[in-house]
């Protein structure tokens, strides 16, 4: 069983930043893949960035360049810094929790914390 935990997230304007983190606990194999996801309202679940244990790292397209995902293996906390925000990165974030190899796919992911919601606006 993993447990994650989000927290950080809240609001900013246009061009601002935000940083999620995601503290990770319960069995972890030696080799995991951890990921951020956001779904806005209408909108299906978005695969925005994911590490391997390892730290290969994919993104997503629409955040590619202003999000940058990092894990901390020594604390088990998954960060996801966000820059220059948009008005559409307005979401709810979510961590979760997958086998290698990294991978944005959602059903490929087991676990998954509660979210954290975040709001761009100006």
């Known amino acids: 069983q993993v447990h994650l935990l989000e927290s950080g997230g809240g609001s900013a304007q246009p061009g601002g930043s935000l940083r999620l983190s995601c503290v990770v606990s319960?069995?972890?194999?030696?080799?995991?893949?951890l990921g951020w996801f956001r779904q806005a309202p209408g909108k299906e679940l978005e695969g925005v960035a994911a590490i391997f244990s390892e730290g290969t790292t994919l993104y997503g397209d629409s955040v590619q360049g202003r999000f940058t995902i990092s894990l901390d293996i020594a604390s088990s906390t998954l960060t996801l810094q966000m820059d220059s925000l948009k008005f559409e990165d307005t979401a709810m974030y979510y961590c979760?929790?997958?086998?290698?190899?990294?991978?944005?796919?959602?059903?490929?992911?087991?676990?998954w914390g509660q979210g954290v919601q975040v709001t761009v606006s100006a």
């Open positions: 319960g069995y972890t194999p030696d080799f995991y893949t």
């Open positions: 979760g929790s997958s086998n290698p190899p990294v991978t944005l796919r959602s059903p490929d992911y087991g676990y």
